[in-house]
């Protein structure tokens, strides 16, 4: 069921306060130059997320696969609503920038 059926329309990446302190978990790769451009963007903005290296921790592939159907890095899990594309990742953590930076870390 989703929480805000008049976003339903409107991309992951586009909701900026759909949700007030979400739940967030980055699922990536040391070696890919398309996590690498999403780890980057977190160091220069002085972010901190949760994050998962598949490489490492294999449950993170499995919940790539079972949650988000793809076995595509890198993913943000938004509130376990997976975001793909590192682009888009680096767009919605632009819009946010300011309620991520207040999460507990």
Request: glycine share 4%; charged share 20%.
């Amino acid at each position: 069921m989703f929480l805000f059926p008049y976003l339903a329309h409107v991309p992951v990446y586009e909701m900026v306060a759909a949700y007030e302190k979400p739940e967030l978990l980055l699922i990536y790769t040391p070696g890919c130059p398309y996590c690498k451009q999403v780890l980057d963007y977190l160091n220069r903005a002085n972010m901190t997320i949760p994050m998962c290296n598949v490489q490492i921790d294999k449950g993170c592939r499995a919940k790539l696969i079972n949650q988000g159907g793809l076995a595509q890095v890198p993913c943000l899990f938004i509130n376990d609503r997976p975001l793909y594309e590192s682009a888009d990742i680096i767009r919605w953590l632009q819009a946010n920038a300011d309620m991520i930076k207040s999460l507990p870390r």
